[in-house]
């Protein structure tokens, strides 16, 4: 396949994260969009459809076709596009070949209710969207697969540390995937957000794979080096996700057994810590800020309102009352550090989250101190710290829609140094 265009399939859209990192982006009409492809990828199939579904929840959607042109961007639920693929309709145009799938999901449960042995195969619960990806896998067998999660996928559930991490592996393993994964912290590798998030690449390959290598030297770490690890820990998972489910982990106490870092291969895994190693240059989120006349006055902090964000910001160890199920009035200690108020702009961000928008104070949006005066981060500044260019969402929606948009996004930065890399080893740059 070297030099030829490797086909990419982007499930969970949103507003184009992955297409843009790994296609780059080229528009004479908006030049100031433009960004460098991560290799000879060309996104030929997208995905994104926000429940419950009405036309006014559609604006990631629009915001992508914006981007990438009209029908660039299939708006269904995936659960009913492959329910009618595996019917024999393809009424949304799956291409056929697709050499890779990409895309972040949510951490939910992933167990399921019936051994592989059972006719059907694999039953995940409906909702759950992981099995959307499994279904995807299955159908089209890309060679390659690059996930993104939040890092808690690698200890849910509480009850049973790891478990759906290990469901997702045995899943792969079965499909014939050998799989790296790290917990990534973009703000490590000079990105001006701190965002932990777990990226997952799985390649179909009948080459045997060095585990311990692979950790150290695999396509994730070349792509975001690490210090070669002191020690791993190998272990076997059960080679059904029914086991895995009934089976892993079990106690409740114990610990995750899947650390930052990790590969399987045939249901073997190799898992270790991960230190960052990195010396380029760090930004900030005083990198992103837009000059003073481009910030509405809406989004400045009124003196009236500052108490109560200082307030939220605040440390706290105070007595509270509440009323339980039958009305009973009982009250209870609630204690809770402090956060930087204002955040400081010397220092990358924090978490940019799907709550970011809106005037009311919050513990957790941003708050800035900008020649004198206090003030909410605007949408061009949210797509900048996720590495959107600047305008990335001004495309017809509400600032709180373009916030909510970016909290669900991701480091863009992150999956084009992975996309160089995958580029990189298929000679293909
Ligand atoms: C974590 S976000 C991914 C954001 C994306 N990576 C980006 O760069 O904007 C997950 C996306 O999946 C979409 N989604 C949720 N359920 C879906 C479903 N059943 N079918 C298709 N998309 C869905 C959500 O609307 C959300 O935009």
Redesign the pocket.
């Known amino acids: 396949m070297a030099k030829d265009a490797i086909r990419v399939a982007e499930l969970?859209?949103?507003?184009?994260?992955?297409r843009l990192a790994l296609d780059g982006y080229r528009s004479s009409e908006h030049p100031e969009f433009n960004r460098p492809a991560a290799g000879p990828f060309r996104t030929v199939w997208a995905?994104?459809?926000?429940?419950p579904g009405n036309e006014t929840k559609q604006f990631?959607w629009r915001c992508y076709e914006q981007r990438f042109g009209a029908g660039s961007c299939v708006n269904e639920?995936?659960?009913r596009v492959l329910d009618d693929y595996e019917n024999g309709v393809n009424a949304y145009g799956i291409p056929d070949e697709i050499d890779m799938v990409v895309?972040?999901?949510?951490c939910q449960d992933y167990s399921v209710a019936k051994p592989l042995a059972h006719a059907g195969g694999i039953e995940g619960r409906k909702g759950v969207?992981w099995w959307?990806i499994y279904r995807f896998l299955y159908l089209k067998k890309p060679r390659f697969v690059l996930l993104?999660n939040v890092d808690r996928l690698l200890k849910s559930p509480a009850s049973q540390r790891g478990r759906d991490f290990a469901i997702m592996l045995s899943c792969l393993a079965d499909l014939g995937y050998a799989v790296e994964w790290r917990v990534v912290n973009s703000a490590e590798y000079g990105f001006p957000q701190r965002r932990k998030r777990v990226y997952i690449f799985g390649e179909k390959t009948q080459e045997r794979w060095n585990l311990e290598e692979r950790i150290s030297e695999g396509v994730l770490s070349s792509a975001l080096p690490i210090e070669t690890p002191e020690s791993f820990h190998a272990f076997d998972i059960p080679h059904d996700p029914y086991e895995v489910t009934n089976s892993f982990n079990l106690g409740g106490k114990a610990k995750s057994p899947f650390c930052a870092a990790g590969a399987m291969q045939g249901f073997h895994v190799v898992t270790s810590e991960a230190t960052e190693s990195f010396d380029g240059e760090r930004m900030t989120l005083g990198s992103v800020i837009v000059p003073q006349d481009e910030v509405p006055e809406s989004f400045y902090v009124s003196d009236e309102a500052l108490e109560k964000w200082r307030y939220l910001k605040g440390s706290k160890n105070e007595v509270r009352t509440k009323r339980d199920a039958n009305g009973i009035e009982f009250s209870y200690r609630y204690s809770e550090g402090s956060m930087a108020f204002p955040d400081l702009l010397e220092n990358p961000s924090r978490t940019i989250l799907t709550g970011e928008g809106g005037s009311g104070a919050s513990r957790f949006k941003h708050i800035v101190q900008i020649g004198g005066r206090f003030r909410r981060l605007v949408p061009d500044e949210l797509d900048q710290l996720q590495c959107f260019p600047k305008g990335w969402t001004n495309a017809g929606m509400s600032d709180g829609n373009r916030a909510f948009?970016m909290g669900?996004?991701?480091v863009v930065g992150i999956p084009h140094l992975i996309g160089r890399e995958i580029a990189k080893r298929l000679g293909a740059e």
Do not use: M, R, T
Request: glycine content about 18%; hydrophobic content about 40%; charged content about 15%.
């Open positions: 969970f859209a949103g507003v184009g994260g992955f995905n994104q459809w926000e429940p990631a639920d995936i659960n895309g972040g999901f949510p969207l959307d993104e948009c669900n996004a991701l």
